[in-house]
Nanobody, 124 residues
């Protein structure tokens, strides 16, 4: 069973960094593709980044390329989203999601498993 749990959100000044973590209650994410999405009030949830577990494929939203980086730990139990050079427009609730298979997708509907979300606030 897959149950993503996010942590690491918070308040940071523009230009600063945060790292979000996504764990699976002590179990591995092996065989799943992991994605990060974000949402602000009254807007659609939008894709941020995704990584296939075994295939090594990644995808990033254009506006975060060069600033955000996905990685995972060797135990394959935690996925990280390192966010650098944060901007006020990065403020949102960030969700970790998982989907069966090894193909990254930018569509939220392709992900069956979702975490509860972590608030990221960037002050200007």
């Amino acid at each position: 069973q897959v149950q993503p749990v996010e942590s690491g959100g918070g308040l940071v000044q523009a230009g600063g960094s945060l790292r979000l973590s996504c764990a699976n209650s002590g179990r591995t994410f092996r065989g799943y593709t992991m994605g990060w999405f974000r949402q602000v009030p009254r807007k659609e949830r939008e894709f941020v980044a995704a990584m296939s577990w075994g295939g090594g494929r990644t995808a990033y939203r254009d506006s975060v390329k060069g600033r955000f980086t996905l990685s995972r730990d060797d135990a394959e139990k935690t996925v990280y989203l390192q966010m650098n050079s944060l901007k006020s427009e990065d403020t949102a609730v960030y969700y970790c999601a998982a989907r069966d298979g090894l193909v990254p997708s930018m569509e939220s509907g392709d992900y069956a498993y979702w975490g509860q979300g972590a608030q990221v606030t960037v002050s200007s």
